[in-house]
Nanobody, 118 residues
């Protein structure tokens, strides 16, 4: 699956952004669609997940502020980010994960930079 992430930019603390991840084929054909992020000097971390069945999970740091959703007809996953904080500054990556008996297959988008600063 080829993934194209977009929507990053510069936003003030307390502001909002919506990231988009457009997939080259049906997002329902993969087990999970995930958003990860990697901040300056930090390891990549999972931010939000939506499974093929529609189950969602969030990192504790973003619960109540971020919402992951999808439009299956458009093969697109979104990450709505509200009440942004400077610590949310990171490159955000879209990930498509297929899980099979033989292992896990990950496809990654190119990343989109989110900068939260006044």
């Amino acid at each position: 699956v080829q993934l194209q992430a977009s929507g990053g930019g510069l936003v003030q603390p307390g502001g909002s952004l919506r990231l988009s991840c457009a997939a080259s084929r049906s997002i329902l054909s993969v087990n999970q669609m995930n958003w990860y992020r990697q901040g300056p000097g930090k390891q990549r971390e999972l931010v939000a997940r939506i499974t093929a069945g529609g189950f969602t999970q969030y990192a504790e740091a973003v619960k109540g502020r971020f919402t992951i959703s999808r439009d299956s007809a458009k093969n697109t996953v979104y990450l709505q980010m509200n009440s942004l904080k400077p610590e949310d500054t990171a490159v955000y990556y879209c990930n498509a994960r297929r899980i099979a008996a033989g292992g896990v297959n990950d496809d990654w988008g190119q990343g989109t930079l989110v900068t939260v600063s006044s």
